[in-house]
């Protein structure tokens, strides 16, 4: 297991996948590493669901905070191309959370799960003593809808198009501008420094994927979180038994994202990009998708292709998975620079 981040596949596959409690026949996909959400048939719908942590990083503000950790929630159930519909929420509250701090981060929860139609229907909420910022619970999201609309993460077959949105390291740029914006003055131009602040409201991929997902068709999803762009599609291809090559001048790059990564030292291909949908297109329905992500103001391009074989070529180069993301050491470092 790595000392900060994510286990990696080989304990996936040692010690969580060995151990998965019954055999269910109704469970049409289960969990495998990279995949962002399983599948339970429940009466010929499709239920799509999805854990994660509850991250809340107060340093934020509790508002953009909240914001930050619903859409966290809401991004791997959305992959699934069915618009979320449920929420079960557990927070394990640091005892110096006041009522209302927490009363923001509730009331931004609320507010997005109405815009989003998602109902809240069971959780859990305490204050505890060992519990600290941001990681502050866990919740599980959940999509019902119908199989025929389902987009599953293992689907992406030899010809598709790959398709990017919004570009590398949109969540290390966001967050480590926000959280380190007085050590950055500096050394950057200032309007740099507020492209990459705003980055920020870039960190959800839930409307990426409903969108491409509705003018498909679509044939796999994927959100660029731990290990970015190139973990992201070299779990896409991993897990449909393909390959895949990309081209990067060809995937669009938001404003102050090279100047934040130069800054903090991080290659922004392998680095964490909650906000970055990566989706197997079929070449037919390209057009069609690029259209609608423009008319939603959603930068993409057609960066690559699905191919036979496995792996991941990056720019006619083989590319290794990253294996470690570069964010959460740079945050630790940074954060000493910034109690320094």
Partial sequence: MPELGKVDRDFFGEYIYPNLGADREDVTLGPQHGVDFGVVDVGEKAVAMATDPVFVMPSLGFERAAWFAFHILMS?????????????????????????EFQTVWETFDAEARELGVSVVTGHTGRYAGCNYPMVGGATSVS?????????????????RIVVTKGPAIEATG?????????????????????????????????????????????AMHDATECGIYGGL?????????????????????????EACGFFGIDPWISISEGTLLAAVDPDGVDDVL???????????????????SGLVV???????????PFWGTFEEYMGKLQA
């Fill in 76 to 100: 791997d159930v959305a992959v699934s191309g069915l618009p979320p519909t449920h929420l079960s929420v557990d927070f394990n509250l640091p005892p110096e959370i006041t009522n209302e």
């Fill in 175 to 219: 967050l480590l501008s926000i959280q380190f914006e007085s050590l950055m003055e500096a050394e950057m131009d200032a309007d740099d420094i507020a492209d990459a602040t705003d980055r920020f409201y870039d960190m959800s991929p839930v409307k990426d994927a409903l969108t491409a997902a509705a003018a498909g068709p679509v044939n």
């Fill in 291 to 309: 259209d609608a992500l423009d008319a939603e103001g959603i930068p993409a391009a057609d960066a690559g292709v699905v191919t036979a074989g």
């Fill in 234 to 258: 070299y779990e896409m291809a991993r897990a449909a038994g393909v390959g895949v090559e990309l081209e990067t001048d060809r995937v669009p790059v938001q404003p102050g994202v090279r």
């Fill in 144 to 160: 019902v809808g119908e199989f025929d609309q389902l987009v599953r993460p293992d689907g992406a077959e030899v010809g598709d």
């Fill in 315 to 325: 720019d006619g180069e083989p590319t290794d998975h990253p294996g470690v993301d």
